[in-house]
């Protein structure tokens, strides 16, 4: 398959496990476990009943009449907000998690920006009987602190990263280098980045997303194929799951939205693919912001989500071969969506989903166009930003 990871770990020219010797048996270990258990009837079984009963999977496909009305087409939401925990990233960590307990692994250490996936991984780790130790930016700290607290009521260790931009990099950064120190424990990393077999084993487990969807399409449309499949990119696990079972579909339209932040000449954006040359980040090579001497920029966005510099290699390789067309919106687009689906819907978005909803605004869609938009996550950890502009937004 044209969009399959290789035997090495590539996207065409993306990935790869570029590595310091002291993590290569890391790597190395957890690749043979995934061979060896992930594809197996019991891991499965183990794996899909923790989704149905403790998930709640599968999350809705919602038809929006409102938002359908407004872009005169057709908007459906795919529900990752009414997922256990509030997000997506759940349906990775209860699969990495699983893989660990098979390994015999005790203790985990994750990475998180925007708090969503420390929350699900804390709570695979409370649910499994696993020590948790979740690395983020002090600035992430201080504007996600609903998840801070969840986190540590969950039981997990929640360890500042204070170099750098005090961000998601940097976080990442941290639990690397923790880990390279204490091989004996399990790294879950939250998104579609990192050495292989990270962004490989991320995406098969955020697979159920589009699963789900060809399942839903079939029972509503009699088809498994929308038109449109929308979602944000920080990394990009959401929309990795969104566009697995799509990529071969190549009449099926796949839309990327990165985080611009104040523009993407501002010199504060994320928008990694328009700003960004190629080159090797948290060991892989993919498309990633960098000077002239291969220093990391430092990415900016008003989501913590989409707070980083660099994409997962699956979406550097369908920005490269141009099959997924890569937007961005900036803060206020994303805030106004955020707002627009509030009023619209009933629906708090997170900051991250508001700006796959600004794309909403920046394609010519046609009346009988099925369009899914990835919704993400919820909006009660960015409930504190949206009441600081609210006034502004309202």
Not at 58 to 80: D, G, M, Q, V, W
Not at 118 to 128: F, R, S
Request: with cysteine; charged share 25%; glycine share 8%.
């Amino acid at each position: 398959m044209k969009y399959e990871v290789d035997e090495r770990g590539f996207y065409g020219e993306f990935g790869g496990a570029f590595i310091p010797e002291l993590l290569h048996h890391n790597c190395e270990e957890l690749s043979q476990a995934l061979k060896q258990y992930a594809d197996t009837k019991a891991f499965k079984d183990e794996f899909n009943l923790l989704l149905k009963d403790y998930v709640g999977r599968p999350s809705p496909l919602y038809f929006a009449p409102n938002l359908s009305k407004k872009y005169k087409t057709n908007i459906l939401l795919k529900r990752e907000d009414l997922n256990h925990t509030g997000a997506h990233k759940i349906n990775n960590a209860i699969g990495q998690a699983l893989l660990a307990k098979r390994m015999g692994k005790t203790k985990i250490i994750a990475e998180t920006g925007a708090g969503q996936h420390g929350v699900a991984t804390a709570t695979v780790c409370a649910l499994m009987g696993l020590e948790c130790i979740v690395f983020m930016g002090e600035i992430d700290i201080a504007r996600q602190a609903p998840n801070v607290a969840r986190m540590k009521m969950l039981g997990a260790e929640v360890v500042p990263a204070t170099s750098g931009s005090k961000t998601l990099k940097d976080a990442t950064n941290e639990a690397i280098r923790y880990w390279i120190n204490h091989p004996e424990t399990f790294y879950i990393i939250g998104s579609v980045v990192g050495p292989h077999p990270y962004p490989a084993m991320v995406t098969k487990f955020q697979a159920i997303i589009s699963e789900e969807i060809k399942t839903q399409m079939k029972e509503k449309y009699g088809k498994e194929n929308p038109d449109y499949v929308i979602a944000c990119v920080g990394g990009g696990s959401n929309a990795a799951g969104a566009f697995y079972h799509f990529l071969e579909e190549e009449n099926v339209k796949l839309i990327t939205v990165e985080a611009a932040g104040l523009g993407v000449e501002s010199g504060e954006t994320a928008a990694t693919t328009i700003k960004g040359t190629e080159g090797i980040i948290h060991g892989s090579r993919t498309l990633l912001m960098q000077d002239k001497d291969g220093q990391i920029v430092e990415p900016y966005s008003i989501s913590a989500g989409l707070d980083y510099p660099g994409v997962g290699p699956l979406h550097a390789h369908l920005f490269k071969t141009r099959r997924a067309k890569f937007l961005n919106a900036t803060d206020d687009e994303a805030l106004k969506a955020a707002f627009m689906l509030t009023k619209e819907e009933g629906i708090i978005p997170a900051l991250e989903s508001s700006h796959a909803l600004a794309a909403l605004e920046k394609i010519d869609f046609k009346p009988q166009d099925i369009v899914i938009l990835n919704l993400s996550g919820r909006g009660d950890k960015d409930l504190e930003t949206y009441m600081k502009v609210s006034e502004k937004y309202s």
